[in-house]
């Protein structure tokens, strides 16, 4: 049910164009530097993996970064497999990060905040061990430079992006406290619970 309710919202905020927003101000913050971009790419992949789920990452964000590197006139393919292999390995940290943490947190027994005090280490070690790998590969197609402002686009609707924003950043505390998202009634499912 949580991950069926995540995928929803992170289609409307794909809808919306806050993915792509927020890739395009990436861009401006890589200062031309396709090093930096990438980096900054690899942030974002992380926080994505993390805080929205592998399916978001890999689904709507993989191709926000390949739009963003032809626009920046950049190769792809670093921004690409940095942020499909990225959605793998960093969506170990929190329950609702990969359907497989949720199938694992119960038969364990452990709360939201128990979860992620078992996995901090192994999730720190899944990120940095492929991107060190990412970047020994890929060294020297980083350096070269881009115009920041070949990858801007405005959205097409501020209200919807404006909303969407609102919603995703108050997601982020219910899904790592795994606070019950259906209070009234008296019903039992919490963020942190899943129905199969």
């Known amino acids: 049910m949580v991950v069926v309710g995540i995928t929803m919202v992170t289609e409307l905020a794909a809808e919306a164009g806050l993915f792509r927003v927020v890739a395009e101000r990436t861009a401006r913050w890589g200062r031309g530097r396709e090093w930096l971009l990438w980096l900054l790419t690899l942030g974002l992949a992380v926080l994505s993996a993390i805080f929205l789920s592998l399916d978001t990452t890999a689904v709507l964000l993989t191709p926000v970064v390949v739009l963003l590197a032809?626009?920046?006139?950049?190769?792809?393919?670093?921004f690409a497999l940095t942020t499909v292999w990225i959605a793998n390995t960093a969506s170990l940290l929190l329950p609702v990060s990969n359907l497989?943490?949720?199938?694992?947190?119960?038969?364990?027994?452990?709360?939201?905040?128990?979860f992620v005090a078992l996995m901090v280490a192994p999730a720190m070690i899944a990120i940095i061990v492929p991107t060190g790998i990412l970047?020994?590969?890929?060294?020297?197609?980083?350096?070269?430079?881009?115009?920041?402002?070949?990858?801007?686009?405005?959205?097409?609707?501020?209200?919807?992006l404006i909303v969407s924003e609102v919603v995703v950043v108050a997601l982020l505390p219910v899904l790592v406290f795994g606070v019950p998202v259906a209070p009234l009634r008296g019903a039992p499912y919490a963020v942190d619970e899943v129905i199969i």
């Open 135 to 160: 970047f020994l590969v890929l060294r020297r197609s980083l350096l070269v430079r881009y115009e920041t402002g070949s990858a801007r686009q405005e959205p097409v609707e501020r209200v919807l």
């Open 100 to 114: 497989t943490n949720l199938l694992a947190q119960h038969p364990m027994g452990l709360g939201p905040l128990d």
């Open 70 to 78: 032809r626009h920046a006139r950049l190769s792809p393919l670093p």
